[in-house]
């Protein structure tokens, strides 16, 4: 069984978004999609103040059998990268929703369209 | 798909199952990483019923396989076997095979899932000349790995058995030989597909952790074995794949002649590749020497054991050589190395 938080709101292809209270949202991939990709040991990150637009790539994870894209699902801006992955990606498996998390980014408007948990849940279904 | 006689068990045991060669093979049980280093620390266990076995028999089956092999199988002595390739008329491999001598007139070979039928085809066409014969048993067979520097002591404690490396022991319809994919000690157990359940289960039960085909391919990568199909294609020379130790060149044998043309020509070499900077070299990724296209990787990975990409690639650069591996649209830094890979 996957873990699928109530607080969070999540993209179909399986990242997850937290809003913060500053207005910036932190991104990850979700339970399932760790489990999914198995051991992670790689992760590419952008670097701070790259933007992207809605539906970009924005980092890679990359298990030992195949690289997966991490995609931002709204516009915006990087404002700070999870470094502790260059050492060590397996966070992403280990905790994929808090010490796993990715980027952090300002969005260049109100994320839209993503599902919550309860939805979330039932697309993995 | 073709199923082995393993195939509940892994399914019980939580595998994630994918299509190999046309078989329905675990690729992981708990995870590549963790079973990796099950096998370089403890012991793992594989199921490799998707190889081939295909039996020679007769008066004259150690001529014909010498003439159908690399190696001159006459030499081969009883209870010994021989890594060793096939090769076509151009000398280009077909496939890599052990070959086992269960007597003077009794052999057996272990194709690759992928090229049994094809290899038990080639055999067929060249066996006319010679007092032997030819039976695929694959069917009816399966085979099972027990690899890593514990091996040796779960063997003796399951059959009460040792076997050296490259050395084989019969015991009731079990055939047991030092050999493997890992680099690791340990064996291979051919059986009966109905016996096949009880010796997995046993070799489980005495702590051996299951392994699947991932593992397995990062495993055998990091010593620089080859990968039937990947690694080579039909279209490579042993000399180029860097196996000139397969080779007797003191019989004739199929493919000799090109072989002997080849030698001393310059060539592309198989050789390893390490990253100097964090990436995963993939299969297909281009090569760059000095700004140029050289090659691309037949094999790459991440080495769990190393934490450094590693790969395999046809250059004509010799170990030592700086080159760069385009991974995503990035040049990373690496090396030209000899395998295994450290």
Known sequence: MSEIPEELLYAESH?????????SCLLGISDHAQQALSDVVFVELPAVGDTFGAGDSVAVAESVKAASDIYAPVAGEITEVN??????PELLNESPYELGWIVAFKPAVTPQGLLNAAAYRKAIA | MLRTPLHESHRALGA???DFAGWEMPIQFEGILAEHRAVRSSAGVFDVSHMGQLFVSGPKAAAFLAWVTTWDIRNLEPARCRYCHILDDEGHIIDDTIVYCLAPDEFLLVPNAATTDRIADWLASQINDFDASLEDCSAEL??????????PQLLEMHLALAVEPFSLARQGNLIVSGTGYTGEPGCEIIL???AALPVWEALLALGATPCGLGARDTLRLERGMLLSGTDFDGSQTPLEANCGWVIGWGHQFIGREPLLAQRGSGYAVLRGIQLAERGVPRPGCDIFHNGE????????TLSPSLGTGIGL?????EPGTAVTVAVRGKHLNARVVRPPFQ
Do not use: F, K
């Open chain 1, 83 to 88: 470094q502790q992955l260059e050492e060590a």
């Open chain 2, 142 to 151: 399966a085979c099972i790995a027990l690899q890593g520097p514990d091996a």
């Open chain 1, 15 to 23: 990242e997850w978004l937290r809003q913060r209270d500053d207005g």
């Open chain 2, 313 to 317: 690639a046809y250059l004509n650069l």
């Open chain 2, 192 to 194: 009966p597909v109905d």
């Open chain 2, 16 to 18: 994630r199952l994918v």
């Open chain 2, 293 to 300: 296209r050289v090659g691309c990787l037949t094999s790459g």
